[in-house]
């Protein structure tokens, strides 16, 4: 059996998975005036408008996007940048009429299907194609044949103080809420966990909320039966909790014939919120790191969960804070206007 050391590397391996400049630079020059000297790294915009002169020593990768021609996209409207490329998703920040939208990519993005055919083609970048809806909630990437949806991030300053959480689960999460909550320290988290429960269960407390907190967690899916009764209980707490800031279903990993169908069904719907995340339970957790039964870790690994869950939400806290992934894009947008 594996040891528990290999927890670390893997959490560590799972979080690493994670301008083109139109500025109209007419500039009128007076015989009676000197000219003005030009800004840092005028020559190399004007030589190349895609450009985003950032100092050279710097950690930060920035992408800016090209239309279909070829021509370039403003990195005023939509950049890409990783504040350390070995330890950060990727952000994608859009100003919208003037309003400031950001989406996080690498884990938090969530695989979908297709691009919804309203979504407008924006431009390509390295990381492939992307696509933004008309009203800018949802940010689509295509590369190598593969979709996702990033997740939008909330406005500055619409997190509480502290950030509030509600856990819904199962036995998995009953064994690994102790170590949740000790890890959360400076979280408001509350813990709903029966064990044996199923989606069914999970419904009530989701609509009995009496305010919908911050971060919404639902572990639920591997003592379901039937994917279709699956489908339609999920549907209802998603429609109850759908408004927090940031929805996250752990998938459900088990025996079961039944679950790799359920934890499609939970990428499908989840994809489909512009505020949902996956955390891939069913892939990142160690099988031998699991008890006889496939399903809950065994005696001493109880905060399994922990683990993984509790770095994903304070990533995600960071970032809409204006820390961590987010930390340098002062300087990204200052490199953008030039």
Do not use: K
């Not at 990768?61 to 330890?87: I, Q």
């Not at 083609?121 to 190598?144: K, M």
Request: glycine content about 8%.
């Amino acid at each position: 059996m594996r040891s528990s050391s290999l927890v670390p590397a893997l959490l560590a391996a799972f979080l690493t998975l994670t301008a083109c400049d139109n500025f109209a630079a007419a500039r009128a020059t007076a015989s009676a005036q000197p000219e003005l000297t030009p800004a840092p790294g005028a020559a190399a915009r004007a030589a190349d408008a895609c450009r985003v002169q950032l100092d050279p020593a710097s950690t930060i990768r920035v992408e800016t996007l090209r239309a279909a021609d070829g021509n370039c996209v403003s990195p005023s409207n939509l950049v890409v940048y990783r504040c350390d490329p070995s330890l950060d998703p990727p952000v994608a920040v859009a100003d919208v009429a003037g309003v400031r939208r950001r989406f996080l990519g690498g884990p938090y993005a969530v695989s979908v299907a297709a691009v919804p055919t309203d979504a407008l083609p924006i431009g390509i970048a390295e990381i492939g194609r992307i696509w933004t809806t008309r009203d800018s909630h949802r940010l689509y990437v295509e590369a190598e044949g593969r979709i996702e949806r990033w997740l939008s991030l909330p406005a500055d300053g619409a997190l509480s103080s502290p950030p509030t959480a509600f856990l819904l689960g199962d036995s998995i999460l009953d064994g690994g809420q102790a170590d949740i909550i000790a890890r959360l320290q400076d979280w408001n988290v509350t813990v709903d966990a029966v064990i044996g429960r199923g989606s069914s269960g999970g419904i009530t407390p989701a609509e009995s909320l009496p305010t919908i907190p911050d971060v919404v967690v639902v572990e639920l899916g591997v003592n379901d039966l039937d994917a279709e009764s699956f489908a339609a209980n999920a549907q209802r707490i998603l429609a109850a909790v759908g408004s927090a800031h940031l929805l996250v279903w752990v998938t459900a990993h088990g025996p079961q014939p039944v679950t790799d169908q359920i934890d499609r069904t939970i990428v499908t719907m989840v994809g489909a919120i512009p505020n949902g995340a996956i955390l891939d339970w069913d892939r990142l957790v160690p099988p031998d790191l699991l008890g006889s039964d496939g399903v809950h870790p065994i005696t001493g690994q109880e905060g399994l969960l922990g683990s993984f869950l509790v770095p994903f939400l304070q990533t995600w806290r960071d970032a809409a804070s204006g820390r961590g992934p987010t930390r340098c894009e002062g300087d990204v947008l200052n490199a953008v206007r030039g």
